[in-house]
């Protein structure tokens, strides 16, 4: 048998991380090809049992027949493969022994299943149509096997189609559990050797594969496997379309998610409340406030209601932009539709108001979530927080913090450097730092905003062994500093007469390959550090 490459779709599976898909470096694929004749399936005739290997599989058979399992206890330990094989196929009309004795022989005697046993209750499981149990079943043989073996289980099951009489869903299944479990080659692999074979997966399957995609950010291979769909003549449902809108808007292709968005009425599709948050969250997302508007104007005019999602996003979106007041305009009238705000809605206004330095607005949205029983949650204290360090209310702040504990509540990342741009806007360095030493004790690791802030502070403060000291930080856990704020620290360093120790950091920065672009030779000598260069 063998594969045409299909190189587009191929090249954009070899970016994807190996820890989520299969270790097979080849991708032959054959799904560019419109028109193919099937590969007939493959016939692989059994054995059949003689003598006592016939005996054992009629008296177990027997027995399981009258759900005798006293009797069977005793002649576990001589099963073999090959007597389970035939003992499966024997029972595989009854689905519900099947599954009794494959879980009963993996407990009494697991080295008697083999691959083709396992393929064996995957068939009568997918016939049966007990995709949970299946499933189940091949998610722990995928996840505890080697790299080849995906390309072996296509095959076992393959080859043992015929003897159980199965059906398409086992290849099916085969697919959507790859994409469940994110190994995107090996499900493109199985969606390649179905079709050979005359095999299409369900279109729920594939909405499985590509909503797996996008939670993994991966909206190119999405498209691509989408045009694929379209060309094996795998009917989308509107579930697809919204992914495909959704994978777009991701993209930043505007352009094609509106196009997706108007063709879905051609198609046989109404769009749906998620079709349009999805593409008022793409406008809101690029900042064209007023498409997204636009849009949400349309939903009404075609019989679909905003709900919380749309005004959350729209909501968002002019906060984003600043623009507080467009968005307590969407609050009020959200309040007036009898859509009750979330979390969500409440955090992203009072962060809005936070950012502004308004911390009384956010603290009066704090009071009416409190009201009217929506619970806070630790992006709407680190809100609160940030507000009050922006405008230098660092006791407040730290008084939220401890309230965080009488309300179960962890602090973040966000919460200390909050604390950190609040020390930082006093000018208070050495509590900055502090702070930040807590952070780290906790588990978390500053963004780079926080470290070049601290830096910053250090550097107006004068206080350039305390800048020295968090530079020997950011080296142990290879942050580099910016250009700017280094040579600021380097000059000071001269200044106090601290040469020395200015040349060991820029030494150490570039050991590590830390040091910032730009930062020279002629930053590395005397002349940086505030003394003549010595020629």
Not at 60 to 83: E, M, N, P, Q
Not at 413 to 432: D, V, W
């Amino acid at each position: 048998m063998r594969f045409v490459p299909f190189r587009r779709f191929s090249t954009l599976l070899g970016s994807v991380p190996r820890n989520s898909a299969s270790a097979n470096p080849k991708m032959d694929v054959n799904l560019g090809k419109k028109n193919w004749n099937p590969t007939p399936i493959p016939h692989r005739s059994i054995p059949e049992p003689r003598g006592q290997d016939l005996d054992v599989v009629n008296v177990v058979h027997s027995h399981l027949i009258h759900s005798d399992w006293t009797k069977l206890d005793c002649l576990s330990l001589g099963l073999t493969a090959f007597r389970v094989k035939h003992i499966l196929l024997k029972i595989q009309k009854d689905y519900v022994i099947s599954l009794e004795f494959f879980n009963w022989v993996a407990t009494q005697n697991p080295s008697s299943h083999t691959l083709e046993t396992h393929c064996i209750i995957l068939h009568i499981l997918a016939k049966h149509r007990k995709f949970k149990s299946a499933e189940s079943i091949l998610r722990s043989m995928i996840e505890s096997c080697s790299i080849e073996f995906p390309s072996k289980l296509f095959e076992s099951l393959l080859y043992s189609y015929r003897v159980c009489d199965s059906s398409p869903h086992v290849f099916d299944l085969l697919f959507k559990t790859f994409a469940h479990l994110k190994k995107f080659r090996n499900a493109s692999d199985t969606f390649c050797k179905m079709k050979d074979y005359g095999f299409l997966p369900t279109v729920e399957s594939c909405n499985a594969f590509l909503s797996s995609l996008l939670n993994f950010n991966r909206g190119d291979i999405a498209l691509a496997f989408y045009r694929e769909m379209r060309r094996s003549r795998i009917s989308p449902n509107s579930y697809t379309l919204n992914l495909v809108i959704c994978a777009s808007c991701k993209l930043g292709r505007l352009d094609k998610a509106t196009k997706v968005f108007e063709e879905m009425r051609i198609m046989g599709f109404s769009p749906n409340v998620a079709s349009y948050n999805t593409l008022v969250a793409g406008y809101c997302n690029k900042g064209l406030l007023s498409s997204a508007m636009k849009l949400r104007t349309a939903m009404e005019k075609n019989g679909v209601p905003p709900d919380v999602v749309t005004f959350n996003t729209l909501i968002n979106g002019f906060c984003k932009d600043g623009k507080l007041q467009e968005a307590s305009k969407l609050f009020g009238e959200m309040k007036v539709m009898s859509l009750s705000p979330t979390t969500v809605t409440y955090n992203t206004l009072i962060n809005g108001y936070s950012k502004v330095g308004n911390s009384d607005m956010g603290n009066q949205l704090f009071e009416e979530m409190l009201r009217f029983k929506v619970k806070p949650d630790i992006l709407t204290y680190n809100a609160l927080i940030l507000g009050l360090c922006k405008e230098g209310k660092t006791k407040k702040a730290a008084f939220l913090v401890r309230e965080l504990d009488k309300m179960n509540l962890v602090p973040n990342a966000s919460t200390f450097s909050a604390l950190i741009y609040g020390q930082c806007a006093r000018k208070n360095s050495e509590r900055a730092f502090q702070i930040y030493k807590s952070m780290i004790k906790s588990g978390f690791s500053p963004c780079d905003q926080t470290y070049g802030m601290l830096l910053s502070t250090f550097c107006e403060n004068e206080d350039y062994d305390g800048a020295v000291q968090l530079l020997k930080e950011m080296l142990k856990r290879h942050k580099a500093p910016d250009l700017d704020i280094l040579s600021v620290v380097c000059t000071g360093l001269g200044r106090c007469g601290k040469l020395q120790t200015g040349i060991m950091l820029c030494s150490e920065l570039e050991a590590q390959h830390l040091l910032p672009e730009g930062f020279d030779d002629k930053f590395k000598t005397s002349e940086a550090f505030g003394e003549p260069t010595v020629l």
